[in-house]
């Protein structure tokens, strides 16, 4: 599918074919582009279109590059980050003098968005450089709004962990496992934001240069500048984010084994309270001749005496030291 736009007044209007008003276009978005998309593009830009195996590599040099004097970037991007198992796919932002051309295999939310607010609000799209700018800017306000919910819902887990009133073990073991999936999904969606911000920071790093050859562009280094800042801050929040969360798992994982040495504890407690009772019961049930306790009249009470005895006193001991 092709998306084209044209810049009238700082705003962006979409228009319905590309060859309509080729000349005055500003942007292109290529979304799941078939070949014969791909080659219209080329031949109205001049300038060949990034396959998506090309887009995939992970080299810097396959990402970051000047071709024909077009400058080519890719950055990572979630998708559906409404839930915790966002889509991650790279998209490529082609700077080509006046125009800019992107390339993508998923529905980000920024390129939902930003058409939209561009069309009504005054974002001074002009030409293809401010669209890219103002772009990006819509992506990062993305991001930080995903982060911010997955800090949200981190509160909300160590509330709920450390916080919980549930008396049965069966049921705190139950939440237990409930948390850990929780986490584990946390953990997914800020590692996924994380890859992306790296990608940003490569892109904005290298934007900045791109835009540093331009002698009139001192506002736009200014926005790539915060761009870059805000991208940064970013990270480090979703680094903080992530030492959250491990030490979320840890804390989770601790207090599992607490409540495992628990019950562990008050099984080995019964066992030795048991046990002297158990001495006492085993000496008594033998039955030879040469017994003298077998013709007491009292026998059967006093031995039933000192087996209850023989419990009450490690039970005593064990509270007294406070192992219970």
């Known amino acids: 599918m092709i998306k084209a736009f044209v810049a009238q007044n700082e705003h962006l209007h979409p228009v319905d074919h590309l060859t309509a008003d080729s000349s005055n276009v500003v942007w292109v978005d290529l979304f799941n582009p078939t070949k014969d998309e791909e080659n219209t593009v080329e031949e109205w830009l001049g300038v060949e279109v990034p396959t998506r195996e090309e887009m995939e590599e992970i080299e810097v040099s396959s990402r970051l590059y000047a071709e024909n004097g077009a400058y080519v970037m890719t950055a990572t991007l979630p998708a559906h980050t409404d839930g915790d198992r966002p ?19 998923h529905e980000p939310r920024a390129f939902q968005t930003f058409p939209m607010h561009a069309e009504k609000a005054d974002v001074g799209c002009t030409n293809g450089e401010t669209i890219l700018v103002s772009l990006l800017e819509a992506i990062v306000d993305r991001l930080a709004d995903v982060l911010e919910r997955a800090s949200k819902d981190v509160v909300d887990i160590s509330r709920d962990m450390f916080d919980s009133t549930e008396k049965k073990a069966s049921k705190r073991d139950r939440d237990f496992r409930a948390i850990i999936h929780r986490i ?7 590692s996924k934001v994380q ?14 240069n791109v835009v540093a050859q331009d002698s009139q562009g001192k506002v736009m280094r200014a926005r790539v500048k915060t761009l ?37 504890k008050i ?7 048991f046990l002297p009772p158990t001495l006492v019961a ?14 007491w009249a009292f026998g059967y009470p006093i031995a039933l005496g000192i ?12 509270r007294r030291k406070g192992w219970l």
């Not at 099984?267 to 309270?273: K, Q, T």
């Open 184 to 190: 584990g999904s946390k953990e997914d969606l800020v």
């Open 282 to 295: 085993s000496v008594y049930g033998m039955n030879f001749e040469g017994m003298p306790e077998l013709k």
């Open 87 to 105: 889509e991650m796919l790279p998209v490529t932002f082609m700077l080509a003098g006046e125009r800019l051309i992107t390339i993508r295999y």
């Open 228 to 264: 870059a800042r805000d991208v940064s801050s970013l990270s480090d929040h979703a680094s903080f984010q992530t030492q959250k969360i491990n030490f979320l798992l840890d804390a989770t994982l601790g207090m599992i084994n607490i409540e495992q040495n628990g019950i562990i």
């Open 195 to 208: 890859d992306s911000l790296l990608t940003l920071q490569r892109l904005s790093g290298y934007l900045a």
């Open 307 to 318: 087996m209850v005895l023989s419990a009450i006193l490690p039970f005593w001991f064990f």
């Open 267 to 273: 099984f080995s407690v019964a066992a030795v309270v």
